[in-house]
């Protein structure tokens, strides 16, 4: 089996059997030729695989798909619109109205929204606890929990969560962990090898790499098993005859995919938050460089990060590769590699002076993104996390003059002085 | 279908078909750490084109309980006791790999319960390296990857299938493998090298036989079924080009059509 480097660029793909073309062509179409009548009914009832209908799936997704797989260590991969439709897609296929989520506190802004807000309207409920207290994740289990639910590193106070640990607490509760490795990529963390079970990622980030596109991608490991004593009554969507797809038991049907089989039989064709096949494409030009990306920049972020802990101006850095960070111990273990490039600190100044900070300075870019080839920056508590409560924002470690970087590919030298410039200039307004 | 074989539960992937006493039955038996899924791609076909389908869990294998079956012949008389509880005879049985040496000598011995044999990604004997069985006994994971690798043809060990839209097939392998309670792969390996009767079996085989090759085998070459094909008294031969030893996932249409059409002959 081949290793991540050559994964990156190679795996879903070979040449174009129909014309040589050495790079993945985009199938730029909505719809594909049925062979014949037997042919059509086949593949529309699952006899036969392949290609009907773009929402549903595309060739040029299918490499992207794959290839994912393949650098995840899972089984399959369905692409979707964006992050939030993979996460969207994921608990509508596990769970309906009635169900119950055990997440993490420290979540992206956009999915604590869907859990806390918009997802108890539809009767699914969240329990959010905190990332490193096991106790809590085992206390927050109830009869009708479904799901375990965190990220990689906890967005943005790059917050932890033992994952061998938590995913041994689902799995005696009967339910799956997913995690949202967004931040980190296959490239930091596989978190198969770990004991979870589904993950997924914003594409959007470092896997495309570039800030072009908007894409998700959700990924089975293949190893949770539905039809478990523990689990079959939980997930009836998987183990139960499903009539809207001729009384199929998917669980049944595949063994190891039923997961992503109804993602995508049921998911994909009602919900239809499908990838475009450019944006797919977009998005394997960014994995084939993703190794030699991310290793720039991890060793960038480590050369910021030495920079911002001697000026005086700074407090609190929140990354956990320095020594004083809550999960030092933790980022070691699971992340020998680098723990990430996206990390948020706090400036000793008022919120004045944040602002002023941000908006002197010349090579980051103020926007709402993460993982871009241009190193970025935003002011959490007033965008991205704006519609969580004082306590929460106090919770997921968010204070009103938090920062958070996502440090790019540039030279480190010019990125330590566009931040030392700003700093500068945010002294100078008065408290 | 769930039934009761030797007083253990018993599974069969049945294409979520009623049982049809009219129809014809297409048993279809999977290999070594493996289970009915593999055929997944045939057998929904097969279930939803006029055939009774029994797509069975081995002993010990996904949804069927044990204890495993530690030989081919033990193999054999389960899958018997199987056909039996099911009422079904004169079947069409494909089996693959471990399978097919279990379709083999189920029908040596049963040719009240086989009107035709299909053996896909067959080698009879079946040699099997002291590198993998002590990776088996020792080191599953080991053992399942090394497997992996020698399963699919060079193409596929990179992916892009054309089929399964976003399916990583190496991954899917070793997924499926990983859900087997410790110790099945060793206990199928050593049964499989142990079966030393195949050739004789071969011999006594009366029906329609179909022996079905990957070009691009590892697990079993396909000159490694030149002697079960020369022992057999009516057979015909099919090589898949570009496959390996996993065609039933590699090249699910070549695969489906082949059976389809020695099962219509």
Known sequence: MFELDTLSVHAGARPDPATGARATPIYQTTSFVFEDSDHAAALFNMERAGHVYSRLSNPTNAVLEERIAALEGGISAISVASGQAALHLAIVTLMGAGSHIVASRALYGGSHNLLDYTLPRFGITTTFVEPSDLDAWRAAVRPNTRLFFGETLGNPGNLLIDIEKVSDIAHKAGVPLMLDSTLTTPYLIRPFEHGADIVFHSATKFLQGHGVVIGGLLVDSGRFDWLAEKSREKFATLSAPYHGFHDMVFAEESSTAAFLLRCRREGLRDFGACMAAATAWQILQGIETLPVRMERHIANTRKVLEFLRSHAFVGAIHHPELPEHRDYDLAKKYFPKGASAVFSFDLKGTRAQGRAFIDNLRLFSHLANVGDARSLVIHPASTTHSRMSTEALVAAGITEGTIRLSIGLEDAKDLIDDLARALKAAERVKQ | ?265
């Not at chain 2, 054999?76 to 009422?87: I, K, N, R, Y």
């Not at chain 2, 006594?204 to 179909?210: D, K, L, R, S």
């Not at chain 2, 090589?239 to 020695?262: C, K, Y």
């Open chain 2, 1 to 265: 279908m769930k039934l009761t074989v030797n007083n253990n539960a018993a599974y069969a992937y049945t294409g979520t078909r009623a049982f049809n006493p009219a129809q014809r039955t297409a048993v279809f038996i999977h290999g070594a750490a493996n289970d009915h899924s593999v055929w997944g791609l045939q057998s929904r076909y097969f279930a939803w084109h006029g055939w009774n389908v029994l797509a069975i869990d081995l002993p010990g294998h996904g949804q069927s309980d044990g204890p495993l079956c530690t030989s081919i012949e033990a193999l054999a008389d389960w899958v018997a006791a199987f056909l039996e509880a099911a009422q079904v005879k004169a079947a069409t049985v494909i089996g693959h790999s471990m399978g097919s040496l279990t379709a083999l000598e189920l029908t040596a011995c049963r040719p009240d319960l086989v009107s035709k044999l299909a053996l896909v990604g067959s080698a009879v004997p079946m040699a099997v390296g002291d590198v993998l069985l002590e990776a088996a006994l020792n080191d599953e994971e080991k053992a399942w990857r090394m497997i992996v690798d020698w399963s699919f043809a060079p193409n596929s060990q990179l992916g892009n299938n054309h089929k399964v839209p976003g399916t990583w097939l190496p991954g899917n392998s070793l997924a499926l493998m990983r859900r087997m309670a410790k110790g099945v792969l060793h206990n199928d390996l050593a049964a499989c090298k142990a079966y030393v009767n195949g050739l004789i079996a071969a011999a006594n085989v009366q029906c329609p036989a179909f022996v079905l090759m990957g070009e691009r085998d590892m697990m079993t070459a396909p000159k490694a079924a030149l002697g079960v094909i020369a022992a057999l008294k009516s057979v015909r031969t099919q090589t898949i080009p570009d496959a390996g030893h996993n065609m039933t996932s590699e090249a699910p249409d070549v695969t489906l059509a082949a059976l389809w059409r020695f099962a219509h002959a």
